[in-house]
């Protein structure tokens, strides 16, 4: 889809519930494994998805096109999400120590699989652990950087920050993380 | 850092959809849809009256701060200079020194005449200090204060009001003297201290307009030395003496101006 045609879509969603959908349909998977790569859980991750898409409905008739992607606006709003849930659970619960859901609920075998498709990635998983200690401002730019493969100028739309600003967080927070490893 | 960088680029991240989770919230999105429309009618609607009060307001205030008192000041202007009895004052010299809008009345304050500011005259010029002394008293002339009706477009009523006189507080006194002390030379001898000429202002003050002297932080200050006399201005906020003038040579029998 181009932004023509996104643009299109974007009006006709602010009339029309299934434009609306075919919004929702295109922008899923990226803001799900937007979340998912900042959290590292899935449960969480639903749960911030799903905030996230309320938001965006709830919203919509301030959106103004700029001639950027849709899914800006969509990653700007995932990206204040997953802020929000870090703050109110700072010092609550450490992440690593988030309870397995199987201890709680009885999940469809669905999120059993996606669990342990999730520990496959163990790599990615070590990493994640790492960034997510790092202040929430390091944690957001790394994420989208290197995980998302955004670029500097996109990355400042989603935030709404300054490019000049996105390249000294994301030299700070690598030069945090790199210490980080080094010392462990 | 470039091993870490390296690292960061080339980890592989997990691509995991829930497509139960993607149904369920596509179902709940659509099902609110409805809903929340009715609610970004009912903000954008209350959005663009809240701009529009905003506007409204903004202009009510720029009217009735910016271009309304100036529109009546210019008008309470043109009422007075038209009044036979105010005419004639500005005929006879007097100006019109300060305007003023309350409560949909102006004020006008007149100044039947320029005040006069003491100076010593110069004596190459003129006779004995002494002698002259007498003339050169400021005088305080009266000003007059106009109410304008500017509903009826006419001048309601002229009251002459006697300016108060400005007089030294007793830490401007202590600060004059010790000013004088430090920059006049010792021998001189100090024969005046002239407080400043105070121009005349209206000041509204709880709904009403005061006739009050705007004061300047400034004494003129005529000594003498031997024969010779002289004028400065002490400057109180500066703490110094500027402007000093040499008035002239006096006769001995006119000194003191007795």
Redesign the interface.
């Known amino acids: 889809m181009d932004l023509n045609e996104e643009k299109e879509l974007v009006k006709k969603a ?2 029309d ?1 299934e434009a ?2 075919k919004l ?2 295109q922008y ?2 990226q803001i ?2 937007y979340i ?2 900042r959290v590292a859980n ?1 449960d969480i991750a ?1 749960d911030i ?2 905030e996230t ?2 938001k965006a ?2 919203n ?2 301030k959106f103004k096109w700029k001639g950027i992607s849709f899914s800006f606006w969509l990653f700007r709003i995932a990206n204040n999400e997953v802020s929000n849930y870090f703050r109110k659970n700072k010092n609550k619960i450490p992440l690593e120590k988030i309870p397995e859901p199987t201890s709680f609920s009885n999940p ?1 075998t ?2 059993l699989e ?1 669990e342990e ?2 520990k496959e ?1 163990q ?2 998983l070590k ?1 994640q652990k790492r960034i997510s200690k790092l202040e929430i401002k390091y944690q957001e730019v ?1 994420t989208l950087r ?2 998302e493969k955004k670029k500097i100028k996109e990355i400042a739309e989603i935030l709404g920050k300054r490019e000049g600003t996105i390249k000294s967080l994301l030299h700070r927070g ?2 945090k ?2 210490k980080d ?1 080094e010392t462990k | 850092m470039e091993d870490l960088t390296e690292k960061l680029e080339k980890v592989k991240t997990p691509e995991i959809e829930i497509l139960s989770h993607k149904g369920k919230l596509r179902q709940i999105l659509l099902s609110q849809y409805q809903r929340e429309r009715k609610n970004w009618l009912f903000f954008s609607i209350f959005q663009k009256l809240a701009f529009t009060g905003l506007g409204l307001i903004l202009i009510f205030f720029v009217f009735n701060n910016l271009i309304y008192p100036n529109y009546s000041l210019a008008k309470a202007r043109e009422i007075a200079l038209k009044d036979p009895q105010i005419k004639a004052m500005i005929e006879k010299g007097g100006m019109i020194k300060d305007l003023q809008i309350v409560k949909n009345q102006a004020f006008v304050l007149i100044q039947t005449a320029k005040e006069e500011i003491v100076t010593a005259p110069q004596i190459a010029e003129k006779k004995a200090l002494g002698i002259e002394e007498k003339a050169e008293k400021k005088e305080e002339r009266p000003v007059a204060l106009a109410e304008i009706n500017l509903k009826e477009e006419k001048v309601a009523k002229i009251e002459k009001i006697v300016p108060p006189v400005v007089q030294f507080t007793e830490k401007e006194k202590e600060k004059i003297q010790e000013i004088s002390q430090r920059e006049i030379p010792k021998e001189a001898e100090i024969k005046e201290v002239i407080p400043p000429s105070s121009e005349l202002k209206l000041i509204k003050k709880e709904g009403k307009i005061q006739v009050l002297p705007e004061k300047k932080e400034e004494a003129t200050i005529i000594y003498q030395i031997d024969k010779g006399r002289w004028q400065g201005k002490i400057n109180l906020k500066e703490e110094k003496l500027e402007e000093i003038e040499f008035l002239g040579e006096i006769e001995n029998n006119a000194t003191n101006g007795k």
């Open positions: 602010k009339k519930p609306f959908g929702y349909d899923y998977s799900f494994g998912l790569k899935l639903q998805c799903s898409f309320l409905l709830k919509l008739w469809s669905e999120i996606a498709k999730l990635y790599d990615f990493i790394i290197f995980f690598l030069e993380l790199r490893f």
